[in-house]
């Protein structure tokens, strides 16, 4: 196959591919971007595989940086852009089940491509666009199938993030994974245990933001792969429901902790050990806490006046989370009614705490809760935000 309109990207790399070419060695652009570009897909990353040695590559280039060189790859920069540049390499045995115990630098295209996880991610391009093909890629390509490299078995075995890895391209891609891969992957689903967590959940919300993630959740589900994911296992029929209404991707990862969390029926307690256990930040745990509170609210109708308020900043992703869950789509008119309120931000209340001290509030507690009454009220269309009017209410009361 031959591709005569590259990409931007590659026609930018294509001198770094001549230069080590003109020294004697192959280079190829390989990876996601050459699937992506045979499928009419943005790229992003460039990456490149060559038969020269890691020492070898910085002899030909000014700059380079070594990002893993004791795994072959070196980083090339070039006007600007950096390539991960990694020479042709053959694994030995994977005892942890995610890295190589012994990688070895090889010069054979063929050796490096056959240790690779999918057939759609074994293609390799010359700089001028021509494919090499070794494992029938291009025609899975073309019949939207994952099917691993050569035997399913060994490639799981040797590193069990692949088995996420497949289901997450299900969703991405929209292709049906093969029957001797899905099996294989059920066969080790337990070893997805060993995996950093950190990885899985990468792969996972991936999976949850890609085009049709019911591609994904269904074999996520048949092959028993949630079982070993964090929490997961006391939520099947949660599970398994969402796989039937999660028809398109959502929109960030944000709003995939929030359907899990909200479908998972946790209360916002519960929510910060289960996202703690996937090693979320604690940035997400609150944005997850409070969209799915304000979620829940949605589910069961119209919010008033100071779900809204609360709801803030997370109101559409709510929406979103609801919607997917049964509730109507309410978002025109949760714009127009959070736009409506008196403030939107405790910042904005016409008095501040050193306000109610010179009115006669002691500083501690009372203040701090005084301050919320007020908020409370101003919110609620029971005060007005007037600095006098607030003032007289808590010195009246």
Same mark, same amino acid.
């Given at each position: 196959?031959?591709?005569?309109? $590259?990409?931007?990207?590659?026609? $930018?790399?294509?001198?770094?591919?001549? =230069?080590?070419?003109?020294?004697?060695?192959?280079?190829?652009?390989?990876?996601? &971007?050459?699937?992506?570009?045979?499928?009419?897909?943005?790229?992003?990353?460039?990456?490149?595989?060559?038969?020269?040695?890691?020492?070898?590559?910085?002899?030909? +280039?000014?700059?380079?940086?070594?990002?893993?060189?004791?795994?072959?790859?070196?980083?090339?920069?070039?006007?600007?852009?950096?390539?991960?540049?990694?020479?042709?390499?053959?694994?030995?045995?994977?005892?942890?089940?995610?890295?190589?115990? %012994?990688?070895?630098?090889?010069?054979?295209?063929?050796?490096? $491509?056959?240790?690779?996880?999918?057939?759609?991610?074994?293609?390799?391009?010359?700089?001028?666009?021509?494919?090499?093909?070794? +494992?029938?890629?291009?025609?899975?390509?073309?019949?939207?199938?994952?099917?691993?490299?050569?035997?399913?078995?060994?490639?799981?075995?040797?590193?069990?993030?692949?088995?996420?890895?497949?289901?997450?391209?299900?969703?991405?891609?929209?292709?049906?994974?093969?029957?001797?891969?899905?099996?294989?992957?059920?066969?080790?689903?337990?070893?997805?245990?060993?995996?950093?967590?950190?990885?899985? %959940?990468?792969?996972?919300?991936?999976?949850?933001?890609?085009?049709?993630?019911?591609?994904?959740?269904?074999?996520?589900?048949? =092959?028993?792969?949630?079982?070993?994911?964090?929490?997961?296992?006391?939520?099947?029929?949660?599970?398994?429901?969402?796989?039937?209404?999660?028809?398109?991707?959502?929109?960030?990862?944000?709003?995939?902790?929030?359907?899990?969390?909200?479908?998972?029926?946790?209360?916002?307690?519960?929510? &910060?050990?289960?996202?703690?256990?996937?090693?979320?930040?604690?940035?997400?745990?609150?944005?997850?806490?409070?969209?799915?509170?304000?979620?829940?609210?949605?589910?069961?109708?119209?919010?008033?006046?100071?779900?809204?308020?609360?709801?803030?900043?997370?109101?559409?992703?709510?929406?979103?989370?609801?919607?997917?869950?049964?509730?109507?789509?309410?978002?025109?008119?949760?714009?127009?009614?959070?736009?409506?309120?008196?403030?939107?931000?405790?910042? %904005?209340?016409?008095?501040?705490?050193?306000?109610?001290?010179?009115?006669?509030?002691?500083?501690?507690? %009372?203040?701090?809760?005084?301050?919320?009454?007020?908020?409370?009220?101003?919110?609620?269309?029971?005060?007005?935000?007037?600095?006098?009017?607030?003032?007289?209410?808590?010195?009246?009361?």
């Amino acid at each position: 196959m031959q591709l005569n309109h $590259l990409p931007q990207e590659f026609e $930018l790399a294509r001198p770094v591919l001549q =230069t080590i070419e003109h020294a004697g060695y192959e280079a190829y652009f390989v990876g996601g &971007s050459v699937r992506d570009t045979i499928l009419g897909k943005p790229i992003h990353d460039v990456d490149i595989a060559t038969s020269a040695y890691p020492n070898e590559i910085k002899g030909l +280039f000014h700059r380079t940086v070594d990002t893993g060189i004791e795994h072959g790859t070196v980083m090339i920069l070039d006007h600007g852009t950096g390539y991960e540049t990694t020479t042709f390499r053959s694994e030995s045995t994977y005892t942890d089940f995610r890295r190589p115990d %012994q990688v070895t630098f090889v010069r054979s295209l063929e050796e490096d $491509l056959k240790r690779r996880d999918f057939t759609i991610n074994a293609l390799a391009m010359r700089e001028d666009g021509e494919i090499i093909d070794l +494992f029938d890629g291009l025609n899975d390509l073309k019949t939207h199938q994952i099917r691993a490299v050569g035997n399913p078995q060994e490639r799981f075995h040797e590193d069990a993030l692949r088995m996420m890895r497949a289901v997450r391209f299900a969703s991405q891609l929209d292709f049906t994974i093969v029957e001797p891969t899905l099996t294989a992957i059920t066969d080790h689903a337990e070893l997805l245990a060993k995996i950093a967590v950190e990885r899985t %959940q990468m792969e996972l919300l991936k999976l949850f933001t890609g085009q049709t993630p019911q591609r994904g959740l269904k074999p996520f589900m048949a =092959t028993g792969l949630w079982k070993h994911c964090p929490d997961f296992a006391v939520h099947e029929d949660a599970l398994n429901d969402l796989t039937q209404r999660l028809t398109q991707g959502v929109s960030d990862a944000e709003t995939a902790w929030t359907l899990l969390a909200t479908q998972f029926d946790l209360a916002a307690a519960a929510i &910060s050990p289960f996202l703690k256990h996937w090693k979320t930040a604690n940035q997400t745990i609150a944005t997850v806490q409070n969209a799915s509170q304000t979620a829940q609210h949605l589910r069961q109708g119209a919010l008033n006046a100071w779900q809204l308020y609360q709801g803030g900043a997370n109101l559409t992703r709510a929406n979103e989370v609801a919607v997917i869950l049964g509730a109507p789509d309410r978002q025109a008119e949760l714009t127009q009614a959070y736009a409506a309120l008196p403030i939107h931000d405790k910042k %904005q209340l016409a008095v501040t705490g050193r306000d109610l001290i010179k009115a006669g509030i002691q500083p501690g507690p %009372q203040l701090g809760a005084t301050l919320g009454d007020l908020e409370f009220q101003v919110v609620t269309g029971q005060l007005p935000n007037d600095a006098s009017a607030l003032i007289h209410q808590i010195t009246t009361n």
